[in-house]
């Protein structure tokens, strides 16, 4: 069953920004680092950042200086600030829960449906 549920996608204009919002149960947000990957059409599914519980962070460098990932430890929430968006960041975007700090997918526990972010140039 669904564990992980993500909101905020949508479509930008390229320069544009969006948010992204991933909830997870208790018991999941307390004992993982919270991730985000993202999948572009007829790509394999690629790392966009990590967060550990005190707020380390991990950014891909083909995001970084434009997306913040953040975490609410008291709400079980994650983020993912996407600013100065670009028309190849369009993809399907994952929030995921896993085991370390780290941008490879095999420590990732748990995955989200997916939200799919479109921008336009």
């Known amino acids: 069953q669904v564990q992980l549920k993500e909101s905020g996608g949508g479509s930008a204009q390229a320069g544009g920004s969006l948010k992204l919002v991933c909830v997870a149960p208790g018991y999941i947000h307390g004992n993982t680092y919270r991730a985000w990957f993202r999948q572009l059409p007829g790509k394999s599914r690629e790392a966009v950042a990590v967060?550990?519980?005190?707020?380390?962070?991990i950014v891909a460098p083909s995001v970084e200086g434009r997306f913040t990932i953040s975490r609410d430890n008291a709400k079980g929430i994650s983020y993912l600030q996407m600013n100065n968006l670009q028309p190849e960041d369009t993809a399907m975007y994952y929030c995921a829960a896993g085991r370390a700090l780290s941008l490879n997918p095999d420590w990732i526990t748990y995955w989200g449906q997916g939200t799919q972010v479109t921008v336009s140039s």
């Open positions: 967060i550990g519980y005190g707020g380390d962070t």
